[in-house]
């Protein structure tokens, strides 16, 4: 038999979902930079080290289709100085980086002016198809 669900509940689950990845994301995280900075502390890897791991990365996931081209060396780089920045726990570097960061994603938002889409609640939207006239020879109410 099937089950009916309103649009609230769904978005709802969805969200809470969401939490619990988001959450067990961040966890994974902090568990691999921890493991990290102790083979980095213990001398086991360096930045060359990265670097080549990087590239073997990349190679893997271009043969599998999952990625259209390699990234140039200065990409590279770039990516494993950010994860060295992490495994070393440079604070204020990765502080500066965030800020980069922010500020970057702020001015593609307001270069960005795509129209939004408002989804009012159920029980509004109920409300409005009672107080609105037959619009359509459907008998469904048009609500703009």
Known sequence: M?????LEELL???VGRMDDITLDGENQKSKFNIMMRILY???LFNEADVIESLRAENKILLELGMIKNLPDENAL???AE???LWIKGDQAEIKKSIEKY???IEEAARQNNSPKIDVAPAGI???LDR???NNNNSGRKIIL
């Open 41 to 43: 502390k213990k001398g």
């Open 82 to 84: 950010n994860l060295l």
């Open 102 to 104: 922010q500020k970057q």
């Open 77 to 79: 780089k770039a990516a």
């Open 2 to 6: 099937p089950m009916q669900i309103g």
């Open 125 to 127: 939207l109920n409300e």
């Open 131 to 133: 107080l609105g006239g």
């Open 12 to 14: 709802s689950m969805l």
